[in-house]
């Protein structure tokens, strides 16, 4: 089945736009539409994304992430915790900091 041809074009988003107008204006119009109609484009240069990160390892924990993980798996990180001396949201908090370097990096 063919896809139908996009009878109006998509709006650019404003450079003010709020979190909430960036997500609504992301979920209305897809991805592929916007990067065929030069709304939106590929950037390669992932620098603005480190610079977030290396900020973020500095900031306060202010934004909350809820997650439902296997109770073994919470009590192994809860245990490695124990042993680093630190508490398992810590520990996690940590690695993930960790693993979003490694896949930061692994993209440029």
């Known amino acids: 089945m063919k896809k ?6 998509i709006p650019p988003l404003r ?9 609504r204006w992301t979920t209305t119009h897809d991805v592929f539409d916007r990067l065929a109609t030069g709304v939106s484009e ?4 992932r620098s603005d994304i ?3 990160l290396e900020d973020a390892l500095v900031q306060g924990n202010t934004a909350q992430l809820n997650m439902r993980i296997p109770p073994a798996m ?4 809860s245990r490695l915790a124990r042993e680093r001396t630190t508490d398992a949201t ?3 908090r940590i690695w993930l900091a960790e693993r ?9």
């Open 4 to 9: 139908q041809k996009r009878s109006t074009p």
């Open 15 to 23: 450079k003010e736009a709020t979190d909430e107008e960036i997500i």
């Open 42 to 45: 590929i950037v390669e240069d």
């Open 50 to 52: 480190d610079q977030l």
């Open 74 to 77: 919470k009590a192994v990180l």
């Open 90 to 92: 810590t520990l996690a």
């Open 100 to 108: 979003l370097q490694q896949e930061l990096k692994a993209q440029a």
